[in-house]
């Protein structure tokens, strides 16, 4: 994915794909059991690969919580998906090592 702003992408696009990034797995789950949104390309590129990454941070936050120093891990990655979260609203598509591939690979995206 280049980070070229796709073509018919509106506000309330950038605004679900921030918040898919934001406030991941839980908007991802929400954003696919809505009709109107689920079905729009900047969307649903944006929220696969967000509910992977929420995935994947659910697991670290299990696996690595009980040590004291690999426990910020989890909220690293978190600050990073803020990061994509912005770069989602200012209509540029993210490249996410391993998981765009991967999303991409599965049909999802």
Not at 86 to 93: E, P, V
Request: hydrophobic share 55%.
């Amino acid at each position: 994915m280049s980070n070229e702003p796709m073509m018919e992408t509106t506000s309330d696009d950038k605004l679900w794909a921030l918040l898919a990034y934001v406030l991941t797995p839980i908007v991802p789950i929400i954003i696919m059991l809505m009709e109107d949104k689920k079905n729009r390309p900047f969307i649903k590129a944006h929220n696969a690969q967000a509910l992977v990454v929420g995935v994947v941070n659910l697991i670290l936050t299990a696996v690595l919580g009980w040590t004291l120093v690999l426990s910020c891990v989890p909220l690293i990655v978190w600050f990073v998906c803020i990061y994509w979260g912005i770069q989602a609203y200012n209509g540029k598509m993210v490249e996410i090592p391993v998981i765009t591939n991967f999303v991409k690979n599965q049909g999802w995206a």
